[in-house]
């Protein structure tokens, strides 16, 4: 199984960004997927998660802000990010717990760097 994040890039203070996470392999099921992030010289957080059924959690830092949604059929997770601000600056990684030949196992994207300017 792998994860491939995109969409990274540098923005502007206010701007927005649209960040996407597809699985692929020999996937049965993915159960509750979600972003992380970590900023430099700090560890890696939860920005949000969102459960196979669509129930979302989120970070209060970013909440009003960002979006988290999924297609299920393109084992894809989204995170639209708005009102982006410098400390939302960060590599972003994209998480899932998938489950293989009858196995659940939770595995990570490479990340993808997010960098927002005052």
């Known amino acids: 199984v792998q994860l491939q994040a995109s969409g990274g890039g540098l923005v502007q203070s206010g701007g927005s960004l649209r960040l996407s996470c597809a699985a692929s392999?020999?996937?049965?099921?993915?159960?509750?997927m979600g972003w992380y992030r970590q900023a430099p010289g700090k560890q890696r957080e939860l920005v949000a998660t969102?459960?196979?059924?669509?129930?979302?959690n989120y970070a209060d830092s970013v909440k009003g802000r960002f979006t988290i949604s999924r297609d299920n059929a393109e084992n894809t997770v989204y995170l639209q990010m708005s009102s982006l601000k410098p400390e939302d600056t960060a590599v972003y990684y994209c998480k899932a717990q998938v489950l293989v030949s009858m196995i659940w196992s939770v595995y990570w994207g490479p990340g993808t760097l997010v960098t927002v300017s005052s």
């Open positions: 969102i459960t196979s059924g669509g129930i979302t």
């Open positions: 392999g020999r996937i049965f099921s993915i159960n509750d």
